[in-house]
Nanobody
Framework: QVQLVESGGGLVQAGGSLRLSCVVS????????MGWYRQAPGKQRDLVAR???????NYADSVKGRFTISRDNAKNTVYLQMNSLRPEDTAVYYC?????WGQGIQVTVSS
């Protein structure tokens, strides 16, 4: 079955950085578009960044210039590098594959 396992979350001060990783199994990763979403308490789950199989990316306006999504097809892993973090980036972050989600990982940014 499809499994997506996120890591790298935690608590960081505003202005700091974190890198999320998502290791994927059970799909043909190299031909799959992958994404990162986030959900803050009381809010809907929103797209943060997406990367296609050929490396094209798109970002939510709120994270452009601060976050970078990338992938390593040899490792079946997608990354989200988050720089210049803000308190409003606090949320549970989810890795997404076609028709599958990770379990989510908490990112907390303190002011």
């Amino acid at each position: 079955q499809v499994q997506l396992v996120e890591s790298g979350g935690g608590l960081v001060q505003a202005g700091g950085s974190l890198r999320l990783s998502c290791v994927v199994s059970g799909i043909r990763f190299s031909i799959s578009s992958m994404g990162w979403y986030r959900q803050a308490p009381g809010k809907q789950r929103d797209l943060v960044a997406r990367i296609t199989s050929d490396g094209n990316t798109n970002y939510a306006d709120s994270v452009k210039g601060r976050f970078t999504i990338s992938r390593d097809n040899a490792k079946n892993t997608v990354y989200l590098q988050m720089n210049s973090l803000r308190p409003e980036d606090t949320a549970v972050y989810y890795c997404a594959a076609p028709r599958a989600w990770g379990q989510g990982i908490q990112v907390t940014v303190s002011s």
